[in-house]
């Protein structure tokens, strides 16, 4: 459990430091105004959010607040801001993979432990975040991409999507659609890893 509470700290602090640097750099400072221009956790967790941390060790943080106003290319910014939030998440894997495979002969138990953990619920983040369902970063940046008309019917729609995808994730269905997916993607990533650590 504390393997699993200090990754998700990590991977959610920098994937909403991520969302909050990217919107800054394009033009808009609503995050940094807020005090979320940081990689302090305080500054990113919800307080329900992080009770379930602590009670199911899984949660979630705070979303960064974001007016596409302020950008010069509204739609292009808007893709860029969302995506920056799981590229994060797997940055931190690749990274804590290439630590776990060069030091997996001389690390200590615990070092592994973390590191493993820090791998696998960052590709699964990864992965997760960019499904095509509201109100993740996936559905945002197709939201972006699509055009006026289709944005709009997407708004009125997005309460159902939200619905569905609660349905796909909390109940059994999820067990025949969303999970099966996210294991044979966060696997593929993982293999993809696996395979450009070993030309070295």
Avoid: C
Avoid at 33 to 45: D, K, S, V, Y
Avoid at 140 to 164: C, F, H, N, S, W
Avoid at 174 to 181: D, E, K, Q, R, S
């Amino acid at each position: 459990m504390p393997f699993v509470i200090i990754s998700l700290l990590v991977a959610f602090t920098v994937h909403e430091f991520a969302h909050a640097y990217t919107a800054y750099k394009l033009g808009d400072d609503t995050a940094k105004e807020q005090g979320r221009l940081t990689l302090n956790p305080i500054q990113h967790l919800d307080p329900i959010g992080t009770i379930f941390i602590l009670l199911a060790g899984f949660g979630w943080a705070r979303p960064v607040p974001v007016n596409r106003r302020n950008f010069a290319n509204p739609k292009l910014a808007g893709v860029l801001v969302s995506l920056a939030g799981p590229l994060s998440n797997f940055i931190i894997a690749f990274i804590a993979f290439g630590i776990l495979f060069f030091m997996i002969g001389s690390a200590p138990p615990f070092a592994v432990q973390l590191l493993n953990m820090m791998v696998w619920l960052n590709v699964l983040l990864f992965v997760f975040n960019l499904l095509p369902f509201p109100p993740l970063d996936g559905y945002r940046i197709i939201e972006d991409l699509a055009p006026p008309q289709a944005r709009v019917k997407m708004t009125q729609y997005e309460q159902y999507g939200v619905l569905l995808f609660l349905v796909l994730v909390i109940t059994p269905l999820g067990n025949y659609t969303i999970h099966p997916f996210l294991s044979v993607m966060t696997g593929a990533v993982r293999a993809g890893f696996q395979s450009i650590f070993s030309i070295f």
